[in-house]
């Protein structure tokens, strides 16, 4: 069967092997974050419907599954925000019902939990990772851009409140952008969030890959130790780089191979690697990283994006 919601399973630097299921078009999302590797929303809502025909994503997963392959988790992800579809409970259900060795995880930029109803179908899962960029409303504007009805306060309380009803782990991720939400102040008032929704873990993150925009430059390792010592949480984890993940097996193989004899032929952007090799943007994201740290690849600037071109031994 060839799948169109399923990709991976893919090497991931917090989950281990994991399956993923994309839940919406790409780049439709609540957020347009200037530091997203999938690239600029398209469709900047908070809409939700079925995207995808629910049954549909549920005989995909049946078939990808029912030789129960190792997996470390099943994952809610892509390339826009997965709570924004309405039959997120439904499949966590079936998954549960029929496959239950396996670990299910949500990664979501949390700025859906203000609903109800969301929040009530997102409690089946088993690890949620939302975002929490900042705690001050200017700030959130300027990195996650998002839709006019989301101000910073009904996102951050709608993540507390799920944190209240929900049994399983909550691992908080906060993607710092140098100059914007690094400074004492922000990460201040983020400890007060933090406090509330009292997740097992805080785990700092930044820039991988080429952002939406230009001129955001990762953190450096110093300022992101820094900043792990301002958090008052007891777990704060730095999340790895490429060159501390190129000793994992799992990032070599037949996709890095493929990613580099696509690029060989000539220069592509993340979105023409995807169209040629058919593989989902996440999946090749994951690679990315890891062959520009080992060499084999350059990134340059064009008008369509970023290119990727492979180095010749």
């Known amino acids: 069967m060839e799948y169109k919601y399923l990709f991976g399973p893919v090497p991931s630097r917090r989950l281990g092997i994991s399956l993923g299921i994309d839940l919406v078009p790409p780049k439709t999302c609540s957020y347009n974050c200037i530091y997203c590797e999938c690239g ?14 629910t049954d549909n994503i ?38 549960k019902k029929k496959y239950p060795e396996y670990k299910i995880a949500l990664l979501t930029n949390g700025s859906m939990f203000w609903d109800e109803n969301v929040r009530k179908e997102c409690l089946g ?64 008032k983020m400890n007060e969030v933090i406090k509330k929704i009292k997740p097992e873990k805080v785990q700092l993150n930044t820039l991988d890959r080429p952002g939406v925009v230009s001129w955001i430059k990762p953190a450096s390792d ?23 993940r190129l000793s994992s097996e799992a990032f070599y193989g037949d996709v890095s191979e493929l990613i580099l004899n696509t690029i060989k032929r000539r220069p592509c952007t993340l979105e023409d ?33 970023v290119f990727y071109s492979a180095k010749e031994k």
């Open 125 to 188: 899962i088993d690890l949620v990772i939302p975002s929490l960029d900042s705690s001050v409303d200017e700030t959130f504007k300027k990195i996650d851009r998002p839709h006019r009805e989301l101000k910073i306060d009904k996102v951050n309380n709608g993540i507390i409140k799920f944190s209240q009803e929900f049994s399983g782990t909550i691992w908080l991720e906060i993607f710092i952008v140098p100059g914007i939400n690094d400074t004492i102040s922000e990460i201040e």
């Open 222 to 244: 110093d300022s992101l130790k820094h900043i792990s010592s301002l958090i008052t949480h007891k777990n704060v984890e730095i999340a790895k780089k490429p060159a501390e």
């Open 40 to 53: 600029k929303t398209t469709n900047l809502t908070i809409t939700r419907k079925e995207y995808f025909p």
């Open 58 to 95: 549920i005989e995909e997963l049946d078939d990808a599954l029912e030789k129960h392959p190792h997996l470390d988790y099943i994952t809610y992800s892509g390339s826009g925000e997965p709570t924004l579809h309405t039959g997120i409970k439904e499949i966590t259900k079936f998954l």
């Open 273 to 305: 690697i995807s169209e040629i090799t058919a593989l989902h943007i996440n999946e090749i994201n994951k690679y990315l990283g890891v062959l520009v740290e080992k060499g084999l690849i350059s990134e340059s600037s064009g008008k369509r994006g």
